[in-house]
Nanobody, 124 residues
Framework: QAQLVESGGGLVQAGGSLGLACAAS????????MGWLRQAPGKEREFVAA????????YYADSVKGRFTMSRDNTKNTVYLQMNSLEPEDTATYYC?????????????????WGQGTQVTVSS
């Protein structure tokens, strides 16, 4: 399993921006997908965004498409999530995750390593 350490998050007003970072270690990530998932109180954990480590190609949940951008820095083994035009509905605990080998992340079941989570709160 990989070790993932998140940073960032916090409180922001609706329409504002926040950035998250996730430092990864413990294995080579060339054949893995990294992702961000989130969980709001009383709801199931859901997919937000993912990036294929080797190619850098990204894909997003429809709810965040056009507002969130995921990227990676290979030299730092770190992935990022830039969140713009935040909405109160984006309030949740955000988790960085590493997918299983050769697996595209679409749900929590596709992941085998998790960060500790970081809180994002968007006030209206």
């Amino acid at each position: 399993q990989a070790q993932l350490v998140e940073s960032g998050g916090g409180l922001v007003q609706a329409g504002g921006s926040l950035g998250l970072a996730c430092a990864a270690s413990g294995r080579s990530f060339n054949f893995y997908t990294m992702g961000w998932l989130r969980q709001a109180p009383g709801k199931e954990r859901e997919f937000v965004a993912a990036i294929a480590w080797r190619s850098g190609s990204t894909y997003y949940a429809d709810s965040v498409k056009g507002r969130f951008t995921m990227s990676r820095d290979n030299t730092k083994n770190t992935v990022y999530l830039q969140m713009n035009s935040l909405e109160p509905e984006d309030t949740a605990t955000y988790y960085c995750a590493a997918g299983r080998l050769y697996t595209q992340i679409e749900s929590p079941n596709d992941c085998d390593s998790w960060g500790q989570g970081t809180q994002v709160t968007v006030s209206s």
